[in-house]
């Protein structure tokens, strides 16, 4: 995988095809290899990079990752795409991903051709359940990540076992259990809400949830 040195540390990224840009973003947990299914038939067509946030994958682990939020990702995807002089792209987001490309989009268009955004949370309020449940997962007694990836994939394919194989090694490293749980702590702060930030987004945008989705089900945020 090629590399890029930004201010929060080295970050890694593949870079398949030619074409048009698209930006993998993924998910907390998760990282770049999340997206391997898909990339056969898109690179034909497309050039496709997609990213290893700082603290996932093969990316440097950012300082102080119990203080992480999700502006922190902002900036990341903008130096990024700053020194990689991207011309305008479609950016494909899950979840945590979905969120930080919606924000690009509203705040600087000129940088987003189009967005997929997948499972992103942001677009409608908390209530008393769901910010209670950000807390317990942002807390030391939270579901591992590899009992809340279980949650998910419960059909058994090559991809979803080796997430599942990835989402247990998380628990064994302090440092990126401690930045799993402060993003999602950061779920229930002001900045993760999208829904000022979606008035403003022109590119055209299709949204995708899953119908059994146990966080961000379609009839609440979809």
């Given at each position: 995988m090629p590399t890029i040195q930004l201010s929060t540390g080295l970050v890694h990224y593949a870079d398949y095809g030619q074409g048009v840009p698209m930006v993998f973003l993924h998910a907390?947990?998760?990282d770049s290899r999340d997206f391997e299914a898909v990339i056969p038939a898109l690179s034909s067509k497309y050039?496709?990079?997609?990213?290893?946030?700082?603290?996932?994958?093969?990316?440097a682990m950012p300082d102080s990752p119990q203080n992480i939020g999700v502006t922190f990702f902002?900036?990341?995807?903008?130096?990024f795409l700053?020194?990689?002089k991207l011309p305008p792209a479609i950016f494909v987001g899950n979840s945590l991903g979905g969120n930080v490309a919606a924000r690009l989009a509203s705040e600087s268009p000129q940088l987003?051709?189009?967005?997929?955004?997948?499972?992103?949370?942001?677009?409608?309020p908390h209530n008393v359940i769901t910010r209670s449940f950000c807390k317990f997962q942002g807390s030391p007694f939270a579901m591992s990540p590899y009992w809340w990836a279980r949650l998910y994939l419960h059909k058994r394919t090559p991809v979803t076992q080796a997430m599942l194989e990835r989402a247990a090694t998380l628990q064994a490293e302090p440092e990126r259990v401690a930045l799993n749980?402060?993003?999602?702590?950061s779920f229930i702060e002001p900045e993760h809400d999208l829904r000022q930030v979606a008035k403003k987004i022109n590119?055209?945008?299709l949204l995708i949830f899953g119908k059994k989705d146990p966080a961000i089900p379609p009839n609440k945020d979809g």
């Open positions: 907390n947990p998760g050039r496709l990079l997609v990213l290893d946030w700082p603290g996932y994958g093969q990316s902002y900036q990341v995807l903008r130096e700053t020194k990689l987003v051709r189009g967005l997929v955004l997948v499972s992103a949370g942001g677009f409608t749980r402060a993003i999602w702590r590119v055209p945008t």
